[in-house]
Each structure stands twice: as C-alpha cells, then as structure tokens.
C-alpha cells in the first residue's frame, strides 16, 4: 500500500518556511494515499501563484498552467481523459479573482473535478497586494488605506450556485483536511475546498494563530449538510463584524444531482482519448452536402 | 582626479534583505555626487533561491551594469561562487566566515562574522546592515553617511529598529577598519549635495502619470508592472486619484475606458501576459475613440515565462494588438527620464488624438534605479480635446473633421447627449450596417495617425564619422549600447548609433535619413526573432546586416553588446 | 419629462413581440418618474439584443463589449458621481461573459443599476443556450438538452449580501418600472433580473408561459425583502410559481467613492496640481 511518502517527488521547494501550503501539501499525499490512487492516474492542474506551485511538489501528472484558468482547463483535461483523476489548485487570487467567473461556473457544471483553494486572503508571489478574501480593511501596498471591500464569501456563492459539495478545511488541521480532501475525491461532481491558510510574509493580520483560535468543525454540532438553508447561513459565519467570531469548517453542502460527465451523451461511447476517426462516419457526413441533379 | 567607475554585487537569498544593502550604499554614493545604477536579479519566489544586486558608482553618467565588480558581498557564502567569473581579478569577496562555506578562489576574501555582530547589537536578521557597514569601510567612506539611508530605510519599522540597524552597520563598518582592509579603490565624497534624483523606471512611469493628471489607475497584479499601481496608490490621495485594483485585466482596461468617456484620464498598466487579456478592450478603445495610456511591462514569455525577469519580445504584438484596424501611438522609454517625459507625451496623445497609447518598458527598465538630472514638469496643463463651446444642435460624438478628430464631450453636460458605440456607427455614435459610413468611418479614424505621428519625438542619431555602421535598437538596451558603441569607437572602429523611444507610428523618413548612407545596419535586442530588424524591414524597407539577441531574461552587458557589434560589424556571421 | 420624450429616433432593431419593447416602456416610465433628465444619464451596455436598448432612448450611452458592461459603468461612476449610471445587458452578456464582473461587482457595492434582460437564450447570435436556459432546454448548441442547473444569479445576489435585488417581468410594465425606480434610488449596486420572452428563439419560455407562473411579492403573497432566508429561499423558486418583485434588501454601505477619489470635485473635472507634481519629485532627490 503506498504511503503519503511515496507521492513526495525530490527537489527543491520554492516556499517559504512556516507557509501554509505545506500543511496542504501533506493533507494530499495523504488523501491520495489513502485513497490507494496510482500516481500515473492522477493530473493536477494549477493556476499561476505560490499555490499554483504545489503540482511540482507531487509525484503525478500537472499541468501547471495560466493565472486563473485552471478550471477550465482541468474540465477540459477531464473530459478528454475520464479515465484521469483530476484536481484543479490554485490560490484566493487565482480562483476568485482572475478565475471567478469560471468558479460560478463550475459549481453548476459539476464536472468530476476536485477543486482545493489555497485562500491566505493575500497576493503572495507578487508580493502583497489585497486579494478577494481579504477582509475590509486590510492594508497592503496596493490598498494603503485598507481596501474598502468585504471580503468574498466562497462558500455562499458556491451555495448559491448549486454547488455538490462545498467544504472549508484549514492548512493547521492536516487530520480535518486530509478528510475532507478524501470525500472530495470521491465526490462525483465538482468536489470544491476553500482551504484557509497563513501567508507568514505577507498577511499579519490572519496568521495561523488567528485561526487556530477561531476555527472548529460544523460536524460536531450536527450539521446537516442537505439542508441548504442551513448550509448558506453557516457558510456565511464569518469574524467580519465580530473579530472573536468563529470559524466553521467541514462539509457545509452535499447535494446529489448528477455530473455534467455522466450526463453527457458523447463519453457514454468511451473515452475521447480512445476515440479513433471513423472514415464511413466521415463519408456520410460529407454527403449530406452532395447535391443530385435529378430525383 | 581619474574617474571612478566602481561595480559592486551583492548576493542573497530572498528574504535576507540584499535590497536594503543595495539601496542605502546607492544612497550614501548619490548623496556624495556620484552617478549610481543599480540592477536587481530576483527569483520568482518569496524565499530562498538566489537573487543579486548589483551596485554601479561612477564619476559619469552610466546607464548600464560594469563588466566587471570590484566586490562581491555574499549574505549566503554558498552564492558567492556564482558570481566570481564576474569579479575583476584583483575584486574582494566578503562572507560570513561561519556560513558554514568558502569559496574556492584566487581572490580576496575579507571574512567578517555578519551574523554574530548582528546578534551583539540588534537582532539576526540585520545580518545585512553589519554587511553595508563593511562594505562602506572596504570603501574608506565616511560612516556617517550611513546614517540617513538607514533611517530612511528603517523608519517605517520604528525608530528602535533604525537604531540597531544603524548599531549593527557601525558594527560591520568597525570591524573592518579595525582588521586595516581596504579596497583598492577608495570613494570618498565629491560633492556636498548634487542634488541628483534616483528612482526607477516604475516610479518615474508613476510620477508622469501624475503630472500628466492621470485621475483613474485601474490594474490587476502583475510583475513588472505593479510597483507603477502601489506608487499610484500610495500617493493616491495627495494626487487625488482614485486607484482601483481589479478582479482580473479585462476589468481594468474597461474600467479605465468607462472612466475616460466619463471625462477623467485614466489608465491601467500589466505585463504582455495581462495585455493579451486586455486586447478586445484595446480595440474597443480604437473604435470608440476613447483615450487611454496602457503601460504594459515586457518580460519573458510566452505564456507565464519568466515573471521577475526581462525581455524585449513583445514589440510586434504591441504594435499590432488588438483586432481590427485603429490608430494607437507606442512609445518605448529608455530609462526613468525618458519614462517621465515619455508618459506626460502618451496622455497627451491619446487625449488629443482620442486613441489608445501603449507606454511599452520592460522588467530591466522598470526595476534599475538611477540617478537622473531633472524632470520637466510639463508647462501647461494637458489641453483636454474638450470641445471649447457647445455645439449649436445636437452633439455628434464622431462627427466627421479634416482632422479625424471629432470634438469630444463630457457625459452629464446639460443639455447634451454622449452615444459611444463599439458597433461600427455613424456621426451621432448610433449602430450602422451601412458600407458608405462604414468606410468614411475607417478612414476617419485612420486619418488620426498622420496627427500623432507630428506629436512624436524623433528618434535619437549618434552618427558614427564615416556611417560605416548603425546600430539600432529601441527602449532599455540604450545605456549599454551607447556605452559599447563609445568603447569600439575608442578602438577606432567607425560605429553610430539609432535609438528609437516613439516607436509608433513608425518614423519612417528619420529612420531611412539616418541610415541610409550606413553600410551596415545592425540591430541590438533582447528577443530571440530579431523584431526591430523585422520592423526596419517592414516599415522602412532597410534590411539589417544582423541582431545582436539576447533572450535569456536578462538585461544586455555592455562587453557582450560591444562584442557582438564588433563581430557583426566585420561581416562575421553572427 | 414624460415617458415619450425619451424616445430617440434611432429605429428599432427587435424582433415583433420581443420582451426588450416592455422593458424600454418601463425605463422610460421609472426616469421619468423621477424627475431624470436624459443628459445625467450614462446607460452602459454589452453586445446582445438588449444592449441595443439605450440606443432606442434619449441619454448618454456607452455601448460597448459583450460582457464587460460592469467594469466600465463603474468607471464611469467613479469618474463622474453625478451622472445617473446603469447598466445594461443580457443574461449572456451578464452572466456567462460578464460573470467575473458580476461577483467583483457584487462585492464592490458601487452605486449603479444593474438591468439584465433575461430571455434564457442567446438571440442576436440565433439561439444558442444561455446561462440561465432551464435544464433539459434543448438548443442549437445543446440538441441533446441542457445538463447544467440553471444560473440563479439574484440567488447568488443574496447569498453574498447585495443590497438590492429584485426580479421582474417584462410583460408587466407598470410593476417592472417600481423596481427600476427603487434600484435607482438605492444607493449602492442594485440589481433587476428581467424575466422577458424571446418570440423568435425560445418556445419554452414564452409570454404566455411566465404569465401563467409569475405572481408578485408584496402583493399576491407578502414578503420581507430583509429576511434573508426567505429571500434566499424565494430566488430559488422556479417553475409552476415565479415570484417577482424585491427579493432583498440589505444595510450595506455603498463603496466609498468619496474615499476613492479623494474629494468631492469629481475626477472629471480635475486639473493637475503643480505643486503636488513637485512634492513627489523631491521625494527621489
């Protein structure tokens, strides 16, 4: 049986010390593991940011691509290979800024997708600028009298769009994510976690302390994550207007309705990778066009 | 006294605060009356990996790295090695003597335990300061002079923090003397106060920005491009300019083009990766002839490419961006004074001529600092192409004139109406199919080019005696070719010079007079295809003898740009 | 001004029967109830049949990309506080194209209308399936039915806490022109999704098939726009009943313009200040 050990791949590591994405990282190795996956079955797709960088640090297929397209490319890589377990990563910037309009999307498409956002409410590889998730007020170089925007509810939106499986896990809670991560996974349908981490260089103000005393698990207060109602208003718990708040995380939604995959007519005939050109196909098609002179 | 001409690097990883090293021995040598150019080499990481800088201290104006350093300061001792083919043969290497690591070399090295005095007299990680106190001793340059960068430097952080910094640089600077090292070369100071400005490009794009009364910046991150947005933003409010950062490019360039048809100049800057995104809003800006300055930074693409560092490959897209046809102007500043002045011409351009302006710079020009001369602040304030009186019936957005230009007005003036169409349109802005308005449409909006091309600034001609050969290039590459140029000319060879900022509309005739007597025409570029070769070509007919290239993602040295003039020049294939 | 001297002269590219002809009648009656004259308007709009609409009126207009309407009306606002800014556009153009706009601008809360002309279809481009097509639609572009749940964007609205959202329909005028009218006095981003039949492209989603299902919050049933469970629950009711009318209503504070442009004179009518200029410079000496 392989262990997270064995989805390590050698070389060096391009974070910094104390980064959140390590803890994520670790939580993947594991839910892969768990899952007993092969590594040559598994494609990673991921956007551009110190997150979009996790694919180099596994041992499986990436594609490692533009800022903000992940999903799109990963349905695509999907749909060509169902064959491939595919999981699109990328950070707050990339899924809900550039990428948020795809994010609505996918939530309804629900492609057979995992989806794991590294959310440190902060632009990090280009150094500190505010992101969606940033809460109001929050000072950086780009925003020196603190943005002036509420900071992006993911999991509402994900709610509002229908989403199948909406989560939140934590960098600091390796056991609660590695969970989480495994019933994404699993999921049929578009299997999306916002993952809350520290940024240790560039975001003071939610380090991993801050969370740490905030956050706690919905599932031991009986949550029912079929009830949607239920779900939009723990989703949208959240320390904005009381900094004591707190913090839930797990499954907040679960909804059965079938991925866009097994509906769609065209892969019921195998995959599309597999799929050969059929020349009498092609002969009918083009004759459709031809034109008799007489009845 | 003979000139100085000093080369100093200094090696880190990222995260060990080389910058600040850099930046406060900069501002000791400004302040003394040298002329200071200073390049940065960073990774695209947060931590770790290996970033440089390096240090230029001269009695001239430079605008290029030296060939050589005469010393190399190692934060990590480990780095030092990738440097020393770069140290001139009688350089010094300083290093912590407990990093745990020793270059193999020939060269000096001066050992000074950079983290143990930091720990004495401030904290660990001003590792750095103990590093700039040394260096400025090996220098035998007055201490005090330390004083102020470091409290520029450190202020922010409390005044606590300032001081042990100063505390720990001291302590660098001390131990040195104490040990009686010393470089060869001495700068002590030769002037009270020059008086010299020292910025980089970014911050002289953002400056002529303001003082082209820019009053709306909308952007999305993206290396090189993002210094210019946090200088906007951070003095937003004392330029009263609103600073919106965005959910992705597509919103920017829109952004500032519902801002600019609203009546306030307004602009958004990226990298070539950013403006691929921004290309239907270019074109969107051509057809409705609304005006707006992209500032777009050029680094190593395709695609994510190499993100923090520089390139020259985006010229041709630039040029043609955008579907569609459509007057634009694309101006390619060399250097921040050339960018201030550069930028003030691209808002006035695109207000006049109501058209798109691309300011084009690249990660090498946005990130060197240096000193400059004085900025001209513009004498006028830009005319707005605001019509002056109402019109006596209904407004016509696109009325037809001589000129292409139709007279524009603000949304909201009473009485009036503003319709703006990104369909094709006739003269009051409303949707058309017609092929008659369609062409007078076409040939209104090109007859705008002849008027920008008269707003141009010519290109600049250094001949050489005999024209033997012109080297032409654009943009960034203009100190270190220069400096080569006047090298090979001190070896007697007979070399001019063709540099090119207002790069659009091409400027044919100046181009063809200053080349047409030359023998030989070479381009010097930091692309792989040779795009100001493909251009000459293109708009003036003149086929270049051959391309000096570099496309490794770093800036051009002055010894390699010289070498490969020299070669191309004798007729060696190159 | 009276609603007929909005007219423009510009004539009238939709199809006989089309939802978009309601809608205009209700713009023109909400602006002329509130007293707005034609030139403090800026209509901006996208690429679709129903961007055309501002055309059609008297006022300022911007028409400009398919999908990026959001951007430049906040532009515009931010540029010019005093004009009176709405955006218009399709749901194609709003909800699939515009889509990343439409969460920023959830988010940034800027004082502007939002108009989306809902018609389940894309026209203009003969029929493909829009983002709000109901699942098993079948279209030029999925003849095997629509497989994805429809988007609920005044849902999506509520969830993340905008403060005006409400739905209309484009067969009841005088009702639809209310909504205009409050979303215009709202300050802050207000949206109005606009239910309207397309006659030439879909057969499902007819006149006649909303009449038969909508009925009006408020007034067939009462409602509490500031419950936002029942809002939350009410955006989601689709199918044998559709309710219209303001769905929601939230405190938010609308996104500080003053703050953003420093000042009260608008940017637009800002010169350079020299002295500023100077100020900077000396920074770098």
């Known amino acids: 049986m392989l262990t997270a050990e064995y989805w390590s791949r050698a070389g060096e590591n391009a974070w910094c010390p104390g980064c959140g994405n390590f803890g994520i990282l670790s939580a993947l190795k594991q839910a892969l593991a768990e899952l007993q996956l092969e590594p040559w079955r598994v494609c990673i797709v991921s956007g551009i940011g110190q997150a979009g960088k996790l694919p180099h640090y596994v041992k499986c297929n990436f594609l490692h691509g533009l800022h903000g397209r992940a999903l799109p490319t990963a349905i695509g890589v999907k749909l060509a290979n169902p064959g491939l377990k595919v999981i699109a990563v990328g950070g707050d910037g990339d899924m809900y800024g550039e990428g948020g309009g795809a994010l609505l999307h996918a939530f309804r498409r629900n492609p057979e997708i995992a989806c794991f956002v590294h959310n440190n409410g902060v632009y990090g590889l280009t150094k500190g600028q505010a992101s969606p998730t940033s809460a109001a007020g929050f000072r950086t170089r780009a925003t020196p009298e603190g943005t002036a925007l509420p900071g992006f509810n993911p999991l509402a939106a994900g709610i509002a769009m229908s989403g199948t499986f909406v989560a939140r896990g934590f960098a600091g809670d390796r056991e609660g994510l590695t969970r989480l991560m495994v019933l994404a996974l699993k999921h049929k349908g578009f299997g999306f976690i916002d993952i809350l981490q520290p940024c240790v260089t560039y975001n003071k103000v939610n380090t991993h302390k801050w969370y740490q005393e905030r956050v706690f698990d919905i599932g031991t207060r009986q949550h029912d994550p079929l009830d949607i109602e239920r779900a939009l208003e723990r989703a949208r718990e959240w320390p904005e207007a009381d900094p004591e708040g707190r913090i839930p995380l797990g499954l907040f939604y679960s909804a059965q309705r079938p991925s866009y995959d097994e509906q769609l007519p065209v892969l019921r005939q195998g995959a599309p990778v597999e799929a050969r050109p059929d020349p009498r196909k092609v002969e009918q098609a083009i004759e459709e066009f031809r034109q008799h002179g007489r009845d | ?574 | 001004m009276k609603p007929q001297e909005f007219n423009s002269t510009d004539p009238i590219a939709w199809c006989p029967g089309c939802g978009n002809f309601g809608i205009r009648e209700a713009v023109k009656l909400a602006l002329s109830e509130l007293g707005i004259a034609p030139w403090q308007t800026c209509f901006v709009s996208g690429i679709g049949q129903a961007p055309k609409l501002p055309h059609y009126i008297t006022c300022n207009l911007f028409n400009g990309l398919h999908g990026r309407t959001l951007p430049v009306a906040i532009g515009a606002k931010l540029a010019n506080p005093e004009l009176v800014v709405i955006a218009e556009g399709g749901d194609g153009d709003g909800y699939a194209e515009g889509a990343n706009h439409f969460l920023a601008a959830l988010r940034r809360n800027a004082d502007i209308t939002y108009l989306v002309h809902d018609n389940q279809i894309y026209g203009l481009t003969k029929g493909q399936t829009s983002p709000t097509s109901e699942m098993g639609m079948v279209t030029r572009s999925t003849p095997w039915g629509v497989i994805m749940p429809a988007f609920n964007a005044p849902a999506l609205a509520i969830a993340l806490d905008a403060g005006f959202v409400a739905r209309g329909f484009a067969g009841n005028v005088p009702h639809l022109a209310g909504l205009i009218q409050q979303a215009i006095r709202h300050p802050g981003f207000a949206l109005v999704d606009i239910l309207q039949p397309c006659v030439s492209f879909n057969k499902v989603n007819t006149a006649k098939w909303y009449r038969h299902r909508v009925y009006e919050l408020g007034k067939d049933e009462p409602h509490d726009p500031t419950d936002r469970r029942r809002a939350f629950f009410k955006a989601r009711e689709w199918g044998d009943r559709i309710p219209i009318g303001v769905l929601y209503r939230s405190e938010r504070r609308p996104y500080d313009i003053a703050r953003a442009t420093h000042g009260t004179t608008p940017l637009a009518a800002r010169e350079p200040d020299p002295a500023v200029i100077t100020r900077l410079t000396e920074r770098f000496r």
Not at chain 2, 13 to 42: K, N, P
Not at chain 2, 90 to 96: P, Q
């Open chain 2, 1 to 574: 006294m003979a000139g100085i001409d000093f080369g100093l690097i200094v090696t880190g990883q990222a995260g060990q605060g080389l910058q600040v090293i850099a930046q406060a021995l900069a501002g000791v040598f400004v302040r003394s009356g040298y002329h200071v150019f200073v390049s940065q080499d960073v990774m695209s990481r947060i931590r770790g990996g290996h970033n440089f800088t390096r240090v230029r201290i001269a009695t001239k104006p430079v605008g290029a790295d030296a060939d050589r350093a005469q010393m190399l300061v190692a934060l990590d001792a480990k780095l030092a090695s990738l440097h020393l083919s770069e140290l001139a043969d009688d350089g010094l290497v300083l290093i912590d003597p407990d990093d745990g690591s020793r270059p193999e070399t020939g060269h000096e090295i001066v050992a000074v335990p950079l983290r143990r005095l930091a720990r004495e007299h401030g904290r660990e990680v001003m590792t750095n300061s103990v590093a700039l106190g040394a260096a400025l001793a090996l220098l035998q340059h007055d201490p005090e002079a330390l004083r102020r960068p470091i409290q520029e430097l450190f202020a922010g952080k409390g005044q606590a923090v300032a001081d042990e910094n100063l505390a720990c640089a001291r302590a660098g600077f001390d131990f040195v003397c104490a040990e009686g090292r010393t470089c060869r070369e001495r700068i002590p100071r030769i002037a009270e106060d020059a008086g010299r400005l020292f910025l980089t490009g970014a911050q002289a794009l953002g400056l002529g920005a303001i003082a082209a009364g820019v009053r709306l910046v909308a952007g999305y991150p993206m290396s090189p491009a993002t210094p210019i947005f946090e200088f906007c933003a951070r003095n937003a409010a004392e330029a009263g300019i609103a600073v919106e950062l965005v959910e992705d490019e597509i919103a920017a360039i829109n952004m500032a083009l519902g801002a600019a048809f609203a009546g306030a100049r307004a602009m958004t800057c990226t990298a070539g990766g950013g403006f691929c995104l921004m290309n239907e809003g270019l074109s969107l800006a051509g057809m409705t002839e609304t005006p707006v300055v992209i500032m777009v930074g050029m680094r190593p693409g395709p695609a994510t490419g190499l993100a923090t560092r520089t390139a020259q490959a985006d010229l041709l897209f630039c040029l043609s961006a955008g579907h569609g046809e459509f007057p634009r102007a694309v101006l390619a500043p060399a250097d921040p004074e050339q960018a201030f002045h550069a930028t003030i011409r691209a808002f006035r351009i695109a207000e006049e001529f109501q058209t798109p302006v691309i300011v084009l710079f690249d990660q090498f020009m946005a990130d060197a600092t240096r000193t400059i001369g004085n900025l001209q602040l513009p004498i006028a304030n830009l005319q707005s192409a605001e019509r002056q009186s109402l019109p006596e019936g209904a407004y016509r957005r696109y009325e037809a004139s001589e000129s292409g230009v139709s007279p524009f007005l603000r949304p909201g003036t009473k009485g009036q109406l503003v319709y703006v169409d990104s369909d094709e349109h006739n003269e009051e802005g409303h949707i058309t199919e017609s092929a008659e308005v369609r062409v007078r449409m076409v040939e209104k909006r090109a007859r705008k080019a002849g008027g920008i091309a008269v707003m141009l600034e010519p290109p600049e001609v250094w001949p050489g005696p005999g024209r033997k050969t012109m080297v032409v290039g654009f943009g960034s590459t203009r100190g270190a070719v220069l400096e080569a140029v006047e090298r090979l000319r001190g070896k007697g060879l007979d070399v001019g010079v063709l540099h090119i900022c207002d790069i659009w509309p091409f400027p044919i005739d100046s181009v063809r007079a200053a080349l047409e007597d030359s023998r030989r025409v070479i381009t010097v570029e930091n692309n792989w295809s040779g795009q100001v070769a493909r251009l000459l070509r293109q708009e003036a007919g003149i086929t270049a003898a051959g391309s000096v290239r570099r496309f490794d993602g770093r800036q051009f040295a002055v010894a390699e740009v010289a070498a490969g003039i020299e070669r191309l020049a004798e007729g060696k294939t190159g």
